[in-house]
């Protein structure tokens, strides 16, 4: 069994891979926001189906730039899509920043910004709201903040509890980008209610060691090859 790799492990071979012009970190992005695709895809087939609605949270990194991509790539299929974005845009790393850019500029009124770096309690009380209008069935994906998380998520605690509670009453599909939000490779930061709970977690090439870490948080794990080369153990 090939064991589970660090966050600096997969930051390594990822760097490596455009270092070597192989692939370009853009690339690598939208790679892996088709890769979240099919995993919804193959788990549930219905979305091939009638499109229905999403609601995606996008943070501050290149985590929230692979959800800008699934964003994208649901509203082409004709999903009604909105997405918050948890960060400051102007320090956004650079190719998170393009999606950013890219869905800004055709679905403006489907982004929200939430007040950063502490979420406000009438942004924390709208987006609540937001949610809770969801249909059943709709996704709620989560791609705040991916692998290395080193800190508690108490800033946006209220946004993560109104996910959970939402979604364990409307029945709210809940995906995570790559690693759950509030997981590290030390295990949950924080207390339960700043930790993303998902059905599904999509994560990349390997398995990582916050899902051995946190496994009762993520659900079903499918994990998408995004075409790096195996890592050397």
Request: glycine share 10%; with cysteine.
């Amino acid at each position: 069994m090939i064991e589970a790799i660090t966050a600096e492990h997969m930051r390594a071979l990822e760097n490596s891979a455009i270092e070597s012009g192989a692939v370009t970190g853009l690339e690598l992005m939208e790679r892996a926001g088709e890769g979240v695709l099919n995993a919804l895809i193959r788990i549930w087939p219905d979305v091939l189906g009638v499109p229905r609605a999403a609601l995606i949270l996008c943070g501050p990194g290149n985590n929230g730039g692979d959800g800008f991509v699934v964003a994208r790539l649901l509203s082409a299929r004709g999903w009604t899509v909105t997405v918050y974005f948890y960060g400051d845009v102007a320090r956004l790393p650079p190719d998170a920043r393009r999606n950013y850019d890219h869905w800004h500029s055709d679905k403006a009124g489907r982004l929200r910004v939430l007040t950063f770096p502490t979420v406000s309690e009438v942004e924390a009380k709208r987006f609540a709201d937001a949610v809770s209008d969801l249909p059943p069935e709709s996704l709620l994906v989560d791609a705040l903040f991916g692998i290395g998380l080193t800190r508690s998520l108490s800033q946006i605690s209220p946004v993560l509890k109104a996910c959970r509670d939402a979604a364990l009453k409307l029945g709210l599909r809940r995906v995570s980008i790559d690693v759950p939000s509030g997981l590290s490779e030390e295990g949950p930061l924080g207390c339960t209610g700043d930790i993303f709970e998902a059905d599904l977690t999509v994560t990349f090439h390997r398995l990582k060691r916050a899902h051995e870490r946190g496994e009762a948080y993520c659900g079903q794990i499918e994990i998408a090859d995004i075409g790096l080369d195996a890592p050397a153990f």
